[in-house]
T-cell receptor, first 113, second 115 residues
């Protein structure tokens, strides 16, 4: 199984809503990532979890709150988002060692209205 | 810091044409290099990778060679198909301490193959 599964595939939310994005992998990877991708741009790293601990937070606003409840799951909690937060949110996972590639999910297409 | 530079396109070719997408990088250490492909409406898929100088990554007819002397990792394919239409990202990863720190991506090259 080399899949990273993200749910939901599409999400429309209002600026006062609270929602969560979910990501799951069963490859035994101990590094998991959230990326944000705007149209026609490369993915931008948001958060890195290594061994279920937050190791990198790329100055992301607090309205985005990550959570890694166990080694297979990664969540991104959303609250009070702005329209400019509309984007494709990609989850990825990898082993924690040199020369390894990251496996990406299909993404959640988020629209904030 | 690390960076990746690639031609942005769009690059438009006819079916069966030869493809080259240039990629150069700057890195403080000795990175691993990757090409990812993103089809419309989908996430990223690893296309190929190389982890040391002179390594050649290959997959689905695509090839790229890790050239340390020119800090390049150009993507090539001898005969493209309409189904190769996608956005291609060159990326690098440095894990000097063995920890995970994510990928540094180029801006992406939009490839359009016409029948």
């Amino acid at each position: 199984d080399t899949e990273v599964t993200q749910t939901p595939k599409h999400l429309v939310m209002g600026m006062t809503n609270k929602k969560s994005l979910k990501c799951e992998q069963h490859m035994g990877h101990r590094a998991m990532y959230w990326y944000k991708q705007k149209a026609k741009k490369p993915p931008e790293l948001m958060f890195v979890y290594s061994y279920e601990k937050l190791s990198i937070n790329e100055s992301v606003p607090s309205r985005f709150s990550p959570e890694c409840p166990n080694s297979s799951l990664l969540n991104l909690h959303l609250h009070a988002l702005q329209p400019e937060d509309s984007a494709l949110y990609l989850c990825a996972s990898s082993q924690v060692r040199r020369n390894t590639e990251a496996f990406f999910g299909q993404g959640t297409r988020l629209t904030v209205v | 810091g690390d960076s990746v530079t690639q031609m942005e396109g769009p690059v438009t070719l006819s079916e069966e044409a030869f493809l080259t997408i240039n990629c150069t990088y700057t890195a403080t250490g000795y990175p691993s290099l990757f090409w990812y492909v993103q089809y419309p409406g989908e996430g990223l898929q690893l296309l190929l990778k190389a982890t040391k100088a002179d390594d050649k990554g290959s997959n689905k007819g695509f090839e790229a060679t890790y050239r340390k002397e020119t800090t390049s990792f150009h993507l090539e394919k001898g005969s493209v198909q309409v189904s190769d239409s996608a956005v291609y990202f060159c990326a690098l990863s440095e894990l000097p301490g063995g920890g995970a720190d994510g990928l540094t991506f180029g801006k992406g090259t939009h490839l359009i193959i016409q029948p």
